[in-house]
């Protein structure tokens, strides 16, 4: 391709992402999939100057507004590519020539924007405080209520590319023999500084074809939701709902804290996230996962199976604040009412799955956000409207002494972010059923029982079939490293 081509490609694959409500990287590639004529090379510049609008879209618009450019995305790599690649005003003509692949040329107004662009910083001390920070103006007061004067700090992280985590798959392997295995592949990894089972990759390489991950050693995990699984605590032998386990990934952290002993009920509303966990639940060995598709929260086989888990994990659908350094394109769709309907789903799921526990069983409400509502005002909802029934747990308490020393945890919630941690940003809360909703007790299991009991639902009259594990293309594609697979 020409450096025209390339930019051309750039602002048509920009608009499309920018008008779909699919995240940055499906729409990414389905587009490079119907292009398989571009090149490793062409695919790596565009897909690198797209994410570069992406990330920085606010601040591109602010100068664009200055320069008195149209809210467009020919605006948006017009700005970038001066400055943020750092393109002269004489290269700009070259990269719009008006060729048969290339971008029209550049309009008078365009000409003149180059020229007062020409030398500025993207970050000016002139911009709004939400500008400077690059987060959407919508989610600023919500942050500082979360993090007051931490809140630059928080936002300079969010804003730096995330980097790629490794769990290593204790079922099979312990992390110091992955990580041997990924050096001779030419692929180096450190451990990571929290969880006893994370690897950082010194850099973002693509590790799916190494022998490690191919043989199910190795999962791509963000740290922090490594620590969810951990603050669950699933043991040999218990029986455990993950209520929202999607694609799996923290589903797969249980099954190897609980040597694949006991099991695992995997529940969605989607079938198809549930359908992309079977290959790699095949890849990593584990064989206490059971998957069932539910209707919605509230679908009859909770109430068919109240008081029967030791564990539940309600991993929420939430808007993913604490991931936009991985998805920056979701921080500039986010709307109040997507906020307000998030909430409400929350609290009904949490609600809903909070059924499953029993007595002395634990319940884990987790999402991967760092909005208020979606954390500290769920948990004060919950704790208000199931005061006889539930306790809430200390996280410092749950977590091994020395990593919830290593956290800091400033209470008894696990809230992470990536400017103190270093990981994704993850709120998750435990919880302790102190008596049934009647406020009896249940009939004690001795816990060599617990195999016994009817998780899968012998009585399930419904029709609904558990999905059997059989072998269905996962749909990640191979370079995503921060969709699904990084939860
Ligand atoms: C944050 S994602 C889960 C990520 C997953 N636990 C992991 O670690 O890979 C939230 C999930 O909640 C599911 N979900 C949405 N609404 C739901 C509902 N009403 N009941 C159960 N699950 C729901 C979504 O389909 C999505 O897979």
């Not at 605590?233 to 029986?239: E, F, L, N, W």
């Not at 409400?344 to 909070?354: P, V």
């Not at 409207?385 to 919830?404: G, K, M, V, Y």
Request: with cysteine.
């Amino acid at each position: 391709m020409t450096p025209a081509a390339r930019v051309d490609a750039a602002i048509e694959l920009l608009d499309v992402i920018l008008r779909e409500t699919r995240p940055a990287d499906q729409v990414i590639a389905h587009w490079l999939r119907g292009r398989r004529y571009v090149g490793s090379k062409d695919r790596g510049w565009i897909v690198e100057a797209v994410y570069a609008c992406l990330r920085e879209k606010q601040r591109l618009e602010w100068w664009a507004s200055r320069a008195g450019l149209p809210a467009k995305p020919r605006s948006l790599v017009i700005v970038c590519l001066m400055l943020i690649d750092h393109r002269t005003g004489n290269e700009m003509p070259e990269l719009f020539d008006g060729s048969t692949h290339g971008p029209s040329r550049l309009s008078d107004i365009e000409r003149m924007a180059v020229q007062a662009l020409h030398g500025q910083a993207l970050e000016s001390d002139i911009q709004p405080r939400a500008v400077r920070l690059n987060l959407p103006g919508m989610a600023l007061d919500r942050l500082i209520a979360r993090f007051g004067d931490r809140l630059d700090a928080v936002g300079e992280a969010m804003n730096a590319p995330a980097p790629v985590d490794l769990r290593a798959n204790l079922l099979k392997v312990d992390r110091e023999t992955v990580r041997t295995m990924l050096a001779k592949e030419g692929v180096i990894a450190e451990p990571t500084p929290f969880s006893p089972m994370g690897l950082r990759l010194e850099r973002r390489m693509p590790i799916f074809h190494t022998r490690a991950f191919s043989n199910g050693l190795a999962e791509v995990q963000d740290e922090g939701s490594q620590l969810v699984a951990l603050l669950v605590d699933a043991k040999p032998g218990d029986q455990v709902a993950d209520f929202c386990a999607g694609a799996g990934g923290k589903t797969l952290a249980m099954a190897a804290t609980m040597a694949n002993k006991g099991r695992i009920m995997a529940l969605d509303v989607s079938e198809a996230r549930l359908e992309r966990m079977s290959d790699r639940m095949r890849r990593a060995g584990a064989h206490n996962i059971e998957r069932r598709t539910l209707k919605h929260e509230r679908d009859s086989w909770v109430r068919r199976h109240k008081l029967k888990f030791d564990r539940v994990l309600v991993d929420a659908p939430c808007t993913g604040s604490g991931t936009w350094r991985r998805s920056p394109d979701a921080k500039w769709k986010l709307t109040e009412q997507t906020i307000t309907e998030l909430v409400d789903l929350q609290a009904r799921i949490l609600d809903s799955a909070a059924r499953l526990v029993k007595t002395g069983g634990r319940l884990v409400y987790a999402t991967c956000s760092l909005l208020p509502e979606e954390n500290e005002a769920q948990l004060a909802r919950f704790l208000d409207s199931h005061a006889t029934e539930f306790r809430q747990l200390d996280a410092r308490e749950i977590l091994p002494a020395d990593l919830a020393a290593g956290l800091g945890l400033a209470g008894p919630e696990m809230a992470l972010d990536p400017a103190a941690h270093g990981t994704d940003g993850f709120f998750a809360v435990a919880f302790e059923r102190i008596a049934d909703p009647e406020g009896t007790e249940p009939p004690r299991r001795r816990r060599d029982d617990v195999d016994e009991i009817d998780v899968d639902g012998d009585d399930d009259m419904d029709g609904e079939d558990i999905m059997d594990g059989e072998d269905i293309d996962d749909g990640i594609d191979a370079d995503d490293i921060d969709g699904d697979a990084a939860r």
